[in-house]
């Protein structure tokens, strides 16, 4: 059984789960392989001469793959590799699926669902992928001929950070930090756009008189935000989050966003001094509805300052990288702390679900004025994370 893919994979992307055959497992598990870095060579035929030399210059190196921080997975999709032996399980560290049905090939992208031009034959478009301890997608390497590809992929994983010590856990909030959520590229894109359109000073949600109002108090919180009004550039962030960070959510929370609301751009300066007392996110009628919060990093190397602490949980700091998220439940007690040197944009978006949006609609009437009443039949506010 196996997980549908995304139409091209691309780094940041979760890898699709699988089962399949290998010489010593009728059924291996390839979600079961998380921990390490993964490398998977979707090879196609270790009798076509690019593929056997890629092959050969992996398992020359074998020592690398030893099971514990490195594993190497094959993918063949000829009958003779395995008739012939042509390849072969090398415990520890290297195994090969048979995938002559081509189903894991598809889900991967190394070939199409038919034949191309008519013929007899389906093409196919040999790489490997090297994911990351999570298993989601650090880079990709199409198979070229001439090229030391073996060499190239190594390559790249010598300059992978060496993994952490083991040692006790120690306390910490429940959240859950993921990088590579959104491209350095477009981190710059979602800056050039507050620093082309500005920035507002940014309330937050109140009960007064039985009803969520929108206030501003300097003394509790201070920060500036853009509203993204370019529908593309909206759509944009909604592909990355849906596509990278909603499975991520899945697996880690047992929770299947559906739904986002806010496209803002925030910015929190050193001068006059930018922070966000401890707070939840949900308190009101208003904002019941809302699951998880989320922080992007568009920055993170440019300031100082700034991080997000949980006061339940002691007083660890935590920070994505550039482009990466912290997502945490919105009943959790957190604060953004000031900003001591320079300025921090992130994109701060909530996530929720169908029943929560049903819950948000039932709230309507604690609305106060200003504060915009919620259709959940109606995704014209861009609130679905699937488009």
């Known amino acids: 059984m196996a997980t549908m893919a995304p139409p091209q994979l691309t780094p940041g992307d979760p890898a699709p789960w699988f089962k399949a055959r290998t010489a010593g497992n009728p059924s ?74 081509r189903a894991i090939s598809r889900l991967y992208g190394a070939c199409g669902d038919g034949p191309e031009g008519g013929g007899a034959q389906l093409a196919y478009h040999p790489f490997t992928a090297v994911l990351d301890d999570t298993m989601r997608v650090l880079a990709l390497f199409p198979l070229r001929p001439g090229e030391d590809h073996a060499a190239r992929v190594l390559g790249f994983v010598a300059g ?40 507002e000073d940014s309330g937050f949600m109140r009960e ?44 880690a929370f047992n929770f299947n966003a559906t739904r986002m609301e806010r496209y803002i751009v925030a910015c929190y300066e050193a001068d006059p001094g930018g922070y966000f007392r401890p707070h939840r996110d949900n308190t009101t009628a208003g904002t019941a509805h809302r699951r998880f919060a ?57 996530l929720y679900d169908e029943a929560a949006a049903r819950q948000r609609e039932r ?8 504060v915009k009443p919620y259709r959940a039949t109606s995704d014209g506010d861009g609130s679905k994370t699937a488009g």
């Open 294 to 350: 989320v922080t992007i990093n568009l920055n993170a190397e440019a300031y100082e300052g700034g991080d997000l602490r949980f006061p339940e949980y002691g007083r660890a700091r935590y920070r994505a990288p550039t482009g990466g998220a912290v997502v945490f439940g919105c009943s959790l007690l957190h604060e953004a702390l000031p900003v001591t040197r320079g300025r921090r944009f992130a994109f701060l978006p909530f």
């Open 363 to 370: 709230n309507n009437p604690h609305l106060g004025e200003g």
């Open 28 to 101: 291996y598990d390839f979600s079961s392989v998380a921990g390490r870095t993964i490398v998977l060579c979707l090879f196609g035929s270790a009798g076509q001469p690019e593929a056997r030399a890629a092959l050969d210059g992996f398992l020359t190196r074998g020592e690398l793959f030893d099971d514990d921080r490195l594993v190497f997975f094959g993918v063949s999709v000829d009958a003779n590799d395995e008739r012939l032996a042509r390849v072969a399980n090398s415990i520890p560290g290297v195994r090969f699926f048979w995938d002559f049905e």
């Open 160 to 199: 992978l950070p060496a993994p952490g010590a083991e040692e006790p856990a120690r306390r910490h909030a429940p959240v859950l930090v993921v990088p590579r959520v959104f491209e350095p590229e477009f981190c710059r894109e979602l800056i050039a756009y507050y620093e082309s359109h500005g920035g």
């Open 208 to 251: 007064k008189d039985g009803k969520t109002v929108s206030v501003t108090d300097h003394d509790f919180k201070r920060r500036r935000d853009c509203t993204i009004e370019d529908e593309a550039m909206r759509r944009a962030a909604m592909f990355r989050v849906h596509r990278r960070l909603v499975p991520e959510i899945a697996k």
